[in-house]
């Protein structure tokens, strides 16, 4: 991602989940929590001609997602929603089974933290994510009419220095409760180097019952030296 800029791919998900909630025959498959959250932090993202605050930015963010989906990969949007809904549930599972901490890494304008932040005042809700993709989404958190006072957000850039020394400087952050890291769409991203170190410090400084909850993407090579294809 460039350093200055927030991360487009980040918006083309968040877009995209918009998209799913917006759409007759998909909608139902987007929670309604889950639904007014991304709508709302859509208020303050899509901004100019793509205002989602108007119905005619409406139109024209519904003609590019669209056409942008046709372009990348069908079935993307819905694909978002599952996988959100998928890892919704191992962390209601894992928060009812004891987890005390929730750390959401390269998380974007995704609303998981702010769901359980509500749910669940008590847990300890950790975002990290780049400083150029937190500063807007912390902007737009400051707009909603709900507070978020557990949730506390780290800016931090994973080809500077580890996530075990970003978390171990934090007051936030304590290695001996028992913790969920969530890293959805983030480690294709990173190099091996990078990814290792984020492994690496999830596995030394949380406690033993800790869980790390994924998605990757998978390189399959479909006929040919050049034709390398990315599955999720
Ligand atoms: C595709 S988005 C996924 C956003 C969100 N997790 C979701 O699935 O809706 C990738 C995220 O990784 C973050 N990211 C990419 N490179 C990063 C880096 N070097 N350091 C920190 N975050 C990074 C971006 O800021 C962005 O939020």
């Not at 639904?35 to 139109?59: A, D, P, V, W």
């Not at 919704?88 to 974007?108: C, F, K, L, M, N």
């Not at 909850?213 to 599955?231: C, K, Q």
């Amino acid at each position: 991602m460039k350093k200055n800029k927030p991360s487009s791919t980040a918006l083309f998900v968040s877009n995209g989940l918009w998209w799913v909630a917006n759409h007759p025959g998909l909608s139902i498959e987007i929670p309604e929590r889950m639904r007014t959250l991304n709508h709302e932090m859509m208020k303050y993202l899509n901004l100019g001609i793509f205002s989602t605050q108007n119905r005619f930015g409406r139109c024209l963010l519904k003609f590019k997602t669209s056409l942008m989906q046709k372009f990348a990969i069908p079935g993307f949007y819905l694909h978002f929603a599952l996988r959100k809904r998928c890892i919704d549930d191992h962390v209601g599972t894992a928060i009812r089974e004891g987890a005390e901490q929730i750390i959401v890494i390269g998380s974007g304008f995704d609303t998981l933290s702010l769901r359980i932040s509500q749910d669940f005042p008590n847990l300890k809700i950790i975002e990290i994510d780049h400083p150029a993709t937190q500063k807007p989404k912390s902007k737009a958190i400051y707009r909603f009419d709900e507070a978020f006072k557990n949730l506390h957000l780290l800016p931090h850039d994973f080809t500077e220095c580890s996530i075990h020394e970003l978390l171990l400087q934090s007051e936030h952050y304590d290695s001996s409760k028992s913790s969920v890291f969530v890293a959805e769409g983030l480690l294709m991203y990173l190099d091996e180097k990078e990814v290792r170190g984020i492994l690496d410090g999830i596995r030394l400084h949380s406690s033993s019952d800790s869980r790390f909850i994924f998605t990757y993407m998978e390189v399959f090579n479909e006929g040919g030296a050049n034709s390398n294809v990315l599955h999720p």
